[in-house]
């Protein structure tokens, strides 16, 4: 039992023509009965049919991340400089404090992940948000692409394309030393740092964390993956055990880190003791006190919220960024606003009326947790309790809801044997502001994500002629 599937070029997009054996989706199948990777406690979906990059797509993707990188760094810098900047955020203080803290390094954002939907035919393409804290999935996407390679259905196929996997651990191994090197300079610290991975346990992405000390430690690096509440801070120095960290990863997420200094009392940086603390106040304390450098410094909370494309659409930032940018913006940043009462630019009428249109989301949620878009939601009135109750809870966006592109695929997960349509969204990784590879997810419904029953799908690109 087999089925042909036809695949062409599609601009950013090339995929072979391949034949669909049972005996190929058994056999991935038992290679992903051994891997024993899981997202949220769920174990995680890889579809079957890779996703190969061209040149031209590494062209536009490499644009589309730079000029993103520089709109977040120039968004970070007016909001430390401007009050009246700062006003139109309305942060709350704790979270205010924490984007107000200086960078340690000079690159931009260390790591971000800018999701988007795509028409692959033309390159025209939406975002769906920008991931900074916690910008995951590098394990993921290398295990899904190690399953196609071993897989007797693709191997040969493609080697026939000119494909090839992407690497995404070293190159950002590599920029975090760049920065500790930068950060170092005049300090009395070891030219070979302790490196510490910070996560709450609960939250962790632990086989990547463990990837990553894997790799750290191959190159003389001690790493140590380390639970945020085993921090300690003494005597200006951030410690785990008796080990002093002087390189700290953050996984950890601000959202995550803020719910724990309140659930502790402390509504103000200013209430942390910084003579001795721990946990996550720890943490805080060494990016202020210049202890160990912070990669994924707290300022970047700003580019990691939902109310950053709220902001974007403002006409306050559009003083402060160039003509290009803000052409950037008005093509690919979907229409965002806050999500309130008291909001005089939203047109409810509209929003009830037409719920296809439009997707909630929380400020500063992660992992589609809270996202609800009108598309799942069967009439009006169901749609318009969940709004009703989004607006309660005074921490939501509402954005508009953008078309996603779909291609034939197939999860052998679910026990099916037949090729049928998915929608994809692609994400952008960013070192430094450089584009540096992609996170693919195929779903079903109108939000994509892990614990919505999406799939990983393997990226593979273009080898690059040289000749």
């Given at each position: ?5 036809q ?7 090339s995929?072979?023509?391949f034949e669909?054996?049972?005996q190929d ?13 899981v ?5 995680l979906r ?6 190969i ?20 760094e120039k ?32 690159a931009?954002?260390p ?17 769906c ?56 300079q005049?300090?009395s610290?070891s ?27 191959a190159?003389g690096?001690?790493?140590?993956v ?13 410690f785990?055990d008796?080990?002093k960290?002087d390189?700290?990863?953050r ?15 402390i ?14 106040a ?6 202020t006190f ?17 109310q950053?494309?709220e ?10 960024l160039s ?9 690919h ?10 909001n005089?630019r ?25 996202v ?28 508009e809801?953008?078309e996603?592109f ?34 693919v997810r ?6 994509i ?14 080898k690059?002629?040289?000749?």
């Amino acid at each position: 039992m087999y089925q042909m599937a036809q695949y062409s070029n599609k601009g950013i997009i090339s995929v072979p023509t391949f034949e669909l054996r049972q005996q190929d989706l058994t056999s991935f199948i038992e290679s992903l009965s051994d891997a024993d990777l899981v997202y949220h406690g769920e174990a995680l979906r890889y579809c079957f049919v890779p996703i190969i990059f061209t040149a031209e797509a590494k062209d536009l993707f490499s644009e589309i991340v730079a000029t993103t990188s520089s709109i977040c760094e120039k968004v970070t810098q007016h909001y430390q400089g401007s009050e009246e900047y700062r006003k139109l955020w309305g942060l709350d203080h704790l979270s205010e404090d924490l984007a107000l803290l200086p960078k340690q390094y000079s690159a931009p954002i260390p790591i971000m992940r800018a999701d988007i939907f795509i028409n692959p035919q033309s390159g025209d393409f939406k975002f769906c948000e920008i991931n900074t804290d916690g910008s995951s999935a590098m394990n993921e996407d290398r295990c899904c692409a190690q399953f196609v390679i071993d897989s007797p259905a693709w191997s040969h196929l493609l080697e026939n394309s000119n494909a090839q996997a992407q690497e995404l651990f070293e190159p950002f191994i590599d920029d975090i030393l760049t920065i500790f090197n930068e950060w170092s300079q005049g300090k009395s610290i070891s030219r070979t740092p302790q490196v510490a991975i910070v996560d709450y346990p609960e939250e962790a992405s632990t086989k990547e964390f463990l990837e990553f000390q894997r790799r750290f430690t191959a190159r003389g690096i001690p790493c140590k993956v380390v639970d945020i509440k085993d921090l300690y801070f003494e005597g200006g120095s951030l410690f785990v055990d008796t080990t002093k960290i002087d390189v700290v990863y953050r996984r950890a997420i601000a959202g995550s880190i803020i719910d724990d200094l309140r659930s502790k009392g402390i509504d103000r940086l200013a209430k942390i003791d910084g003579s001795k603390c721990n946990g996550a106040a720890a943490l805080v304390s060494a990016a202020t006190f210049d202890a160990s450098v912070i990669i994924g410094g707290f300022s970047d909370l700003l580019a990691h919220s939902k109310q950053l494309f709220e902001m974007l659409w403002s006409e306050e930032t559009w003083t402060f960024l160039s003509s290009q940018e803000i052409d950037f913006i008005r093509a690919h940043v979907p229409i965002t606003f806050g999500f309130a009462q008291t909001n005089s630019r939203l047109d409810f009428t509209d929003i009830y009326s037409n719920k296809n249109s439009w997707i909630l989301k929380p400020k500063y949620g992660s992992s589609t947790i809270g996202v609800f878009a009108g598309l799942d939601y069967p009439d009006a009135k169901s749609w318009i309790a969940i709004c009703e109750e989004c607006l309660k809870q005074e921490n939501y966006i509402i954005q508009e809801y953008c078309e996603q592109f779909s291609e034939l695929n197939i999860i052998p997960q679910d026990g099916s044997s037949k090729l049928s349509a998915f929608n994809y969204m692609i994400g952008l990784f960013g070192y430094c502001g450089k584009y540096s590879g992609t996170y693919v997810r195929a779903g079903k419904g109108a939000v994509i994500g892990s614990i919505r029953g999406s799939a990983v799908v393997a990226s593979f690109h273009k080898k690059e002629n040289n000749g």
